[in-house]
Nanobody, 118 residues
Framework: QVQLVESGGGLVQAGGSLRLSCVASGITGINGFGWYRQSPAKQRELVASIRSDRRTTYVDSVKGRFTISRDTAKNTLDLQMNSLKPEDTAVYYC?????????????WGQGTQVTVSS
């Protein structure tokens, strides 16, 4: 059974930092590994992703402030978030594309809340 477990969310003042972590289990050969976020007023959007070849993608609004990294051996994914803004407030979800032993699929974590106060 594939599980993606996020941690590291919380409440922080604008300008502060948080580090999100995701641990993936029951999945191998992860190619795309990323963070999405969703707030009540918006659709879920890709925040950042990193492929198995280490190529990264960031949404424009977080470029220069967020850094995504992964440990392939440990199946972990981190998101360092600096200079946080109130508009970064959302539930952040870990996402992974990989094999569950039977088929290739896309998997999601349960989400972690990030709240940035002004």
């Amino acid at each position: 059974q594939v599980q993606l477990v996020e941690s590291g969310g919380g409440l922080v003042q604008a300008g502060g930092s948080l580090r999100l972590s995701c641990v993936a289990s029951g999945i191998t050969g992860i190619n795309g590994f990323g963070w999405y976020r969703q707030s009540p007023a918006k659709q879920r959007e890709l925040v950042a992703s990193i492929r198995s070849d280490r190529r990264t993608t960031y949404v424009d609004s977080v470029k220069g402030r967020f850094t995504i990294s992964r440990d392939t051996a440990k199946n972990t994914l981190d998101l360092q978030m600096n200079s946080l803004k109130p508009e970064d407030t959302a539930v952040y979800y870990c996402n992974a594309d990989g094999w569950d032993g039977h088929s290739y699929g896309t998997y999601w974590g349960q989400g972690t809340q990030v709240t940035v106060s002004s």
